[in-house]
């Protein structure tokens, strides 16, 4: 069995409920314009029935990781190559921006470029992470990793559920992912509202809403 076919349920529960909460703070996206920064077919395919504009222009800088093997037919539907650095939009180009398990995976250096071009081509916005708070690092499917020295860290998850069932590079995408505090996130979106999506009672993500 591969990772996302063992994940796949989860996460599809994880994109509807958040997909729910998205349309409850903007009843407005039915029938807007949406752009996604670092989004996935995968995610408007599972939350289609929730959220429906009347177009999603979608941008990652993984077009594989875009598409996620599925077969594109939904023509409201664009998705764009970038370079991760500038979205070739202008200013208020949308009515709401999505920028959803994304921003821990950008270097230091360049999260608070990606937040200002969230915070640009939208006119309201939402921004989700993984909570450093949760226990499971679910991008591993392992416990408290993400709590160890990254040295440490590092080394455990060599021998994570990604790394078994993947077959992927578990090290270098644990280097490309580091967890944001909720103090780095509203650093980073100073204007937004940031909600704690809860999972057995514990916070397992944060959303920026501006």
Known sequence: MSWSRLIGPMQRRFRRSRARRILERFPQINGAVVIDI???????????????????IVYNIDDERMRMG???SNEAIELHFYDGIKVPQDDNAAEIVICNSVIEHVPASKRSGLAAE????????VAQTPAREFPLELHFGLP???????????????LSPF????????????????????????????????????????????LAFG
């Open 163 to 206: 790394a078994l069932f993947s077959g992927a590079d578990a090290q270098r995408y644990f280097d490309e992912t580091q967890l944001l505090s909720r103090s780095e996130l509203a650093e980073y979106f100073p204007l937004a509202r940031i909600e704690i999506e809860y999972f057995l009672g514990m916070p397992k993500s944060m």
């Open 70 to 72: 599925l077969e594109h």
């Open 38 to 56: 670092g989004g996935s077919l995968a995610f408007w395919t599972s939350v289609q029935d929730i959220l429906r504009p009347a177009r999603v």
């Open 144 to 158: 408290f990793v993400h709590w160890l020295p990254r040295t440490i860290g590092r080394q455990l998850v060599r």
């Open 118 to 125: 969230v915070m640009r081509v939208g006119r309201n916005f």
